[in-house]
Every structure is written in C-alpha cells, then in structure tokens.
C-alpha cells in the first residue's frame, strides 16, 4: 500500500497525537500510527497535571518552556473542546504542592525561590502558604496534622488526560488526519530522492517527514534515521479511587480529584526496567502519603491500582531534534505531555509544518547529553 | 406504593434479629445476607450510582456486580451480598458520589 | 509474622473443598480463604446449615450432598478463613487480603485458585433497574434467604440453571408469570449428534426431563425462540416487553425478571496474573490454559473447578482432587508412579461428569443480541455506559478493548470488567470485522476487590519477611 503524506507521525500518544493535531491544522496532510492495544502506552499512565510550577528545576530552557505551554493551554483546550466535542474537565485554578513536615517547608521554599530566580522575568506565581494560610485559602478542606504548609502555584491546572487525547486523536481525524490503530511502526527507510517509507507489517506508507514520536519504541526508531536520542523506562504506579464528592477543590502533585469524583494518587518513580508490575508495596507508601495530606481519604476505597512506564530522558526534560543526517526527520520525547500538550499541537506543529524547530529548542536537543553545557 | 418484590418462605420458630435500614428497624434471619434485606423492603434499591444517580438493587448476589454496594456500620461502599446480618447493624443507602467528611 | 504455607486455596466451594482435603491427606499447609461466611461456593451455598431444613429438601439431593464435603472439609485439617477477600497475588507468592478490614499478607509456594464461575454477562435494555437479576441470585436468596419473589415471576433465559430454580421455586410455593426461553428452535436436531452421550449419561438427562415435565405440569408459560426482550420501567422494574418469533411485540406487567444465557468461568485473578487464556468457540469465553493438573502456564498457579471450564460440582470436584494429587506430586510428596495410580479413577470421573458438556453447549448457546445489542442498552453498569457510546468510541481509529476503556472508562469502575468484558470484545468484534478472540479482553489491574486507603495505609507491608 503505497500513499503519499506530508508527515507521518510514529506514535498516537501524548505527543504524537498533539503534533498530528496541530500539523493537520496547518493543512499538512498526515498520517498518525498507532501501535497495538497492549502497548505500552505511557499516555495511560498520565497524572493529568497542567503543571508549571517547579517544573525544569535545573534547566532554565525546559523551565521557559513549561511556563509557555501553561500559558497556551486555556485557550487550547477551548479549541480542542469546540473541535472535537468532548469535555475535557480542564481547570486552571492553581496547584498546591504539600510539605510535610516544618523542615519541608523550609527546603521546598527555598527551592522555589531558587528556581522563580532562573526566570525573573517570568510571572511564575508562586507562593509559599504556611498551614494558617492554606486553610485560609481552603477552608473546606481538612488537612492532615502533618501538612505544614505547601506551594501553591497559581499557573497550574489539570485535565482529563484520557479525554485529551481521545479529542486530539477526534480533532485531528476532523482535520482530515489519517489514523491507523494496530501499525506499530517497524521500519523507517530514507528514500534517495528525499522523503521516507515507513514499514508497519505489511503496510508501506511514504512521506516527505517522519516525526518519531513513540515513546521507549523511540530507541529503536530514532537510529534509523539518525537521531539516536537516549531514553529508558521509569515505572510509575498510580491509584484511583471511587467517584467521591468534592474533597480536594485544586490539584496536588500526588493528589488530584478528578472530573469524574474519583480521587488520583501517585506517582512512583521506580526503575525496575521494562516491568510493569504493580507491587502491593507501593500502593501502601501511596496510601499512606495520601492520608497524610488528606486523613479524610482513609474512607475512600481503592478501586484500581495501574503501573506505566514514563519516558524518561537522562535529564528527564524533553528532547527536540530534527535530523542531521536525514532531512525531515524529527523526534520529540518527553514525559509531561500533558502540559506540553498545547505547546505540541501548536507552536512546535507550525514549526514543523514550515520545515524548521524553533532556535529557542536547540537546547533541548540530545546532543545536551554528549556535550553538557555549564548552565 | 408498590408492595415488597421479595418475601420470605415462612419458617415458624425460625430466630430472627433486629438491624436497621436508614434508621428504620428491620427484621431479619441470622445467616442472611443484607442485599436479601434490602430486596425485602418497599424500595429495593440499595443506593443511587455516582455517575448518575441512577437507582440499583442488588443484582447478581455473589460479589461480581457490585450494584448492591450501602453504608454498613459506616463503612461505605460495601458489598451487601457478602455481608451477614448482625444484631444492631446499621445500614445505609448510598446515594450518588458519597461524602467523606462525616 | 507473615504466615505461610505450602498451599492457599482462594475459594471454599466443591473444588476448594476437594482439594484441601486432597491436600491434607498428602501432608500440606493449606490455608483456605473465601469471601462468605461458610463453605459451599455458590451451588453449595449456606449448605451447613439449610440442608437439614425443609428448604435444604425442596433444593434437591444434589445441593444437600455438599453437606458431607463439607464437614470433611471442615475435619480435615486446613486452615479456613472466610469472610476474606483476596485483592492482589505477587510472586513469591505472596497473596494479600483483607479481613474484618485488616490488610494481611501471606505467603505459599502454590496457589489454587476456585473461584467458580460467573454468569454470563447478557446485557439487555433496562437490565440494570432494580427488580432485574440473573437467575443464580435468585437461587442464592432462596438458599441463604428462603426467599421468593412475592409476584408471579418472570424468568429470562435457558440452560440448566434457569429449570432447575423454577422447580425449585415451584416446590417452594412460588409463582411464575412466564419463562421467556431464548434458546434458539431445534434444540432436538442440536442435541442429535450427540446420542450416545445422552445415552451414557441418561440419568442427569432424565433430571433435566423431569424439570421440564414438572414445569409443564404446573402450567408454566413458556414462550420459545424469544430472540429480544427489554425491561421497562422508571427507576423500578415495572414492565417487560419481549419479541415473539412472528415479530409481534408483547407486554406485561413485572416486578421482578430472572435473566440467565449461562455460565462463564471467572478468569479475572487468572488474567490479573497474567495466565495463558484459550477461547472455548462452543462456549464462547475465556478459559485459562492448564496442565493435566490443573497447573497454568505461570508456575505454582493452579486452577481447578467451574473457573477451568464449566462443568458442575461433581466435575468441580473431581478437578479440585486432581489438583491436589498434581500439586502433591509437584511439591515432592507424592512420586510420578503414585500420582497415575491416584489420578487415573478420577480422570475417569472427570471425563464422565463433563460428558454432557458439549451437548448443553449445543443446545443453550448464548442469545444473538449478547453479541449486538441495541444501543441504548448499557453494557457498562458500573460507568452506565450504552453500546451506542462503545460504538461511537470505536470509530476513533481501531481501539482494542484497553483503548476503549481508556476513551470511554467503561471497565474502569469497581467491577473492573467483570460484567462487560465480553460485551465490549463482541461489540469491538463487530464493528472492526475480527474475531472476538482477536480483540481480547482489557488488562485486569489489582485490587481485585476494592479496599480502602485506611486498610492499606495501615498494613505493616514492612513486618513481612520478603
């Protein structure tokens, strides 16, 4: 089968759905591939965090980047709920991050006066509430005794992470996209007279770009055409509650409520390879640091406990690259697609579209891994 | 109103106990389960869905539809067909997403 | 301390029973954990105490003779938790449960699981309003209950469960407004090829016969080949309206309906670890792939009774003392010679009660619309999500069943795909043309019963040696 295309995307997760998205906006024609049921799909594993705050602590670029992204996403989600006509329970009505703990408070404060001091130019709205001022703040909400404070970061949200990318995958497919589900991709061959042919199965698909965007399977892509990006597996557990009324009236890191009523709680971060094993071991430590914050939840029955492997770059910020060997390839990898949703699906899609990565990205390319660069 | 769907087989001298049902007393069988309680009553349902608030009843009786979940003894969500009756047990209908500020 | 043992049984119905006393006479630890108050499973429900009673008679020999396994049970030296829900098994293997809500962990060198079966998940419009069960929960009110629909009662369904409750009911003083039998025309020409069963296993044919006559002597009502039916009411069951074969659409008045389209073993700890799984095309379901003993393909697992094919309690039994011979020999107790000489009487028995197998299955095959129902008929209970909304999900490229739930979060309430599994996989099937074999089933996640966050945050997970 042979059909010409514009991009083809290898990968319908987080990223590839979002870049698929924004590239059929710009009138590309595109192919997005989509592995197989049981792959591992870190998308699944998403906390659903719109996340500034705190976010690039050690790379300034990746820091800016984030804050863009924040910024980009109220008006994203309008568009990509309009298009696709699904909910996605996105709000923006700041974060919080709990100290436990008075030493806590005194470490995490002086972390993010540090990190708010890499961009001062940046309205990062952070603020530090001692336990007086968050029950203040939220007086509805009964803290646990250890709970001595938090940040609250007035540029972070949250979203329905399934339900995002089902409306990126139903705007793009109303875009005009091209959505094959169950083409793993399994080969990338450069064609001589420029451009690619894309392998999955028996299927043969060509196009002018590539954009690998498939998570750990980037490791076996990326090589093909030049782009040898690092990345490993990190395992992350999280735990879901039953639908409950409203407790938690904002996110946390490591404690939202969702649309739904259910309450989320997570994430591991375990490295144990390729292994997707929950382990009744973490669900304890989870457990407990949940009903630290929140003695409330100790009522609350766990309904389902899930383990994904987050896409983990050795810095853990997100690699952008185009190809140097092969004009038109391109990778994108990073474990926050969330937040960089709306950064993906449209500036960095545009950029694409016109043939050329922002220059802001260069520092973000994976050549940082080889030849660091004192910051 | 509707009668009760469910009835007992008579069974003379067969000892009986007292628990309750959102505070009303109800007669009940040592060795029986709450859902057959529940499905004893006027209003069979043990609770509203969080989703919908639709009503259900107990369904499949053996633990794999969880659709008779009610408050016993508080402590929500629990599965009414696996649980005996007890002297002085305190059941509750659920209703809709529950609360867990008492 | 954590305890161990050579061997945790989850289930204390006819195989778990077996097996544990199989085990004992071999030498083993057994600890038994089920989740109700006493021994029986489902078919042998509350047997302890209601076969002595006038109810225990009109339940039939055949429920009654699960009183004497029981007390062996009972004598034979395992240790027996009920009341205990298992959540999660990791390797080690270490089986973590909770009781009286308390966290506990325990540790054994092999696991069995019998945990029977299910019913088959057979969804219809208005299923999910109160006054609609399946038939075996009405069988397990009149065990652990004694107790009967106060109006006339409507059943739904076929097989062998559904005739043996309205005898049952019968005999108990019950009523019946009408059986609506949804097993396709011809069942005389489907059970044919299947004579010389029939012939050899003529006693457990003749029981079947006799319910039959019994129904049509009291009068019963039995409209066949109903191909659809729905339940009609607003929050309660009120009506039922169901299509005769000529198309003519009937009503009546309901206030209680009895659904059945069979049994399906329950694969959910199977799949939760991850076990090798077959589909049974005559039956049409899941069931794990297993040894001669029983053993799956993940070591030390084993699985005996209706969770390795539905066969009855006397097959449940037999398959339940053929796992503990296996499990003998596996552990070192028994030698290969010895194992044969055991097995060989109850592979024989085995083969026997499961020889009217494929003729039940031939002659009750699950109703048509199970496999496309209509879309306003919720197929996810727990979420009140229709076939309608699976179907418009299905469109956004080929999701499988994990997509699916992840789209839609059907199967992620807390009866983790237990009712609608099968129904998202036959939906799936049809609307991207595969085999519903292909399309598989959605990965199932612990906790396998839901506990709280107390329960767990209170679990001294680190007092237990690793």
């Not at chain 1, 295309?5 to 590839?16: K, Y």
């Not at chain 3, 109006?151 to 062998?160: F, L, R, T, Y």
Request: contains cysteine; hydrophobic residues 40%; charged residues 20%.
């Amino acid at each position: 089968m042979h059909e010409d295309f514009d991009f083809i995307v290898a990968g319908a997760g987080m990223v590839g759905a979002a870049i698929a998205h924004g590239l059929a906006g710009a009138r590309q024609r595109v192919l997005l591939l989509d592995g197989e049921d049981g792959d591992y799909r870190a998308a699944k594993a998403n906390f659903g965090l719109v996340w500034v705050s705190g976010k690039g602590y050690g790379n300034p670029h990746y820091q800016r980047l984030s804050y863009e992204a924040g910024h980009l996403w109220p008006a994203f989600a309008r568009e990509l709920e309009q298009e696709s006509g699904i909910a996605l329970q996105y709000e923006n009505r700041g974060g919080l991050n709990f100290c436990l703990g008075e030493s806590q408070f005194e470490e995490r404060s002086a972390a993010m006066r540090q990190w708010a001091a890499r961009t001062p130019d940046l309205e990062l709205g952070i603020e530090m509430l001692d336990r007086a001022a968050l029950e203040r703040r939220f007086p509805a909400v009964r803290f646990g005794p250890d709970v001595t404070g938090a940040c609250f970061g007035s540029q972070d949200g949250h979203v329905n992470p399934l339900r995002l990318l089902a409306a990126l995958q139903a705007a793009f497919l109303k875009r005009g996209g091209v959505l094959k589900s169950r083409h793993p991709v399994e080969h990338i061959e450069p064609l001589a007279s420029g451009g690619f042919t894309v392998r999955s199965g028996a299927a043969r698909f060509a196009a002018r770009n590539v954009v690998i965007a498939a998570g750990l399977g980037s490791n076996k892509l990326g090589p093909m055409v030049g782009l040898d990006a690092p990345v490993r597996p990190q395992r992350g557990q999280i735990l879901v509650t039953e639908r409950l009324a409203p407790l938690l009236p904002v996110p946390a890191s490591g404690i939202r409520q969702t649309g739904d009523g259910t309450v989320m709680l997570g994430v591991t971060q375990e490295n144990v390879g390729y292994d997707l094993a929950t382990t009744a071991e973490a669900a304890v430590r989870m457990s407990r640091n949940a009903v630290r914050v929140l003695p409330d939840l100790a009522g609350a029955r766990l309904v389902r406990q899930w383990a994904c492997l987050r896409v983990l770059t050795p810095d853990g910020c997100p690699v952008y690259a185009a190809s140097a060997s092969h004009c038109g390839a391109w990778i994108a990898l990073c474990h926050s697609g969330v937040t960089l949703a709306s950064f993906h699906a449209g500036p960095l899609a545009l950029a694409l579209a016109g043939g050329a990565l922002p220059s802001f990205l260069d520092p973000l390319h994976y050549e940082r891994f080889t030849f660091p660069q004192a910051v | 109103m509707s009668a009760s769907r469910f009835r007992k087989l008579s069974e003379p001298g067969a000892p009986s106990l007292t628990l309750t049902i959102d505070g009303v007393p109800v007669e009940a069988t040592p060795g029986e389960t709450v859902a057959a309680v529940l499905l004893r009553q006027q209003t069979p349902a043990s609770r509203t869905t969080p989703v919908k608030e639709s009503p259900r009843a107990p369904y499949c009786m053996m633990g794999v539809c969880f659709d008779c979940l009610a408050v016993v003894d508080g402590v929500a969500s629990t599965q009414t067909c696996l649980v005996t009756v007890r002297e002085g047990m305190r059941v509750e209908r659920q209703y809709g997403k529950r609360s867990l500020q008492s | 301390m954590m305890r161990e043992f050579d061997v945790v049984i989850l289930g204390a119905g006819p195989a778990g029973m077996s097996a544990a006393i199989g085990l004992r006479k071999q030498g083993l630890t057994v600890l038994v954990v089920d989740e109700q108050p006493a021994p029986g499973g489902q078919i042998w429900r509350a047997v302890e105490s209601v076969a002595p009673t006038a109810a225990g008679q009109l339940l039939g020999a055949e429920y009654r003779a699960g009183q004497p396994i029981a007390q062996a049970f009972r004598d034979c030296g395992a240790v027996y938790q009920p009341q205990t829900q298992v959540w999660q098994i990791e390797p080690g293997w270490h089986v973590y449960m909770t009781c009286a809500g308390k966290v506990e962990a325990v540790r054994a060198d092999r696991v069995l699981l019998a945990m029977g079966a299910q019913e088959r998940p057979a969804p219809f419009a208005g299923w999910t309003l109160p006054g609609v069960m399946t038939v075996g929960a009405a069988q397990i009110l009149l065990k652990t209950s004694r107790q009967v629909p106060s109006e006339p009662v409507w059943v739904a369904g076929s097989g062998p469960l559904p005739l043996l409750y309205m005898v049952q009911l019968l005999r108990a003083g019950g009523k019946i407004a009408g059986w609506l039998d949804t097993s396709p025309a011809g069942a005389w020409r489907r059970a044919l090829p299947y004579l010389p069963d029939v012939l050899g296993r003529w006693g457990e044919v003749s029981k079947g016969l006799g319910w039959l006559r019994e129904l049509r002597r009291a009068g019963v009502r039995r409209v066949r080949g109903v191909r659809s039916f729905r339940a009609l009411g607003e929050g309660r069951l009120e009506a039922l309206e169901y299509a005769l074969p000529d198309g003519r659409s009937v009503r009546a008045p309901a206030q209680v309906l009895l659904a059945h389209e069979g049994l399906v073993p329950s694969v959910h700890m199977t799949r939760a670890l991850e076990c090798d799984h077959a589909w049974n095309e005559a039956q049409a379901c899941w069931a794990p792939v297993l040894d001669a003993w029983g053993q799956t393909s993940r070591q030390g697992v084993y699985v005996a009774g209706d969770g390795a094919g539905i066969g009855g309690a006397e097959a449940a039994r037999a398959r339940g003392e053929l796992a503990a011979v296996g499990i003998a020999l596996h552990a070192g107790k028994l030698q290969a010679r010895q194992a044969q000489a055991l097995s060989a009487p109850i592979q024989e028995r085995l083969r026997g009660h499961l020889r009217l197998r494929p003729m039940l299955d031939a002659l009750y095959p699950p109703r048509a619309d199970v496999l496309d129902p209509s879309d306003d008929t919720i197929v996810c209970r727990c979420e009140e999500l229709t076939a309608g909304d699976i179907r418009q999900a299905a469109k956004l490229g080929q999701p499988g069943p994990n997509q699916i739930k992840a789209f839609t979060r059907a199967g992620m309430g807390p009866c983790q795909g237990r009712q609608c599994g099968y129904t998202i996989a036959n939906i799936l099937a049809k609307a991207h043309n595969r085999p519903v074999a292909e399309v598989g089933l959605q990965r199932v996640r612990p906790p396998l019963k839901p506990l709280t966050l107390g329960e767990l945050a209170t679990f001294n997970i680190e007092d237990e040696p690793r």
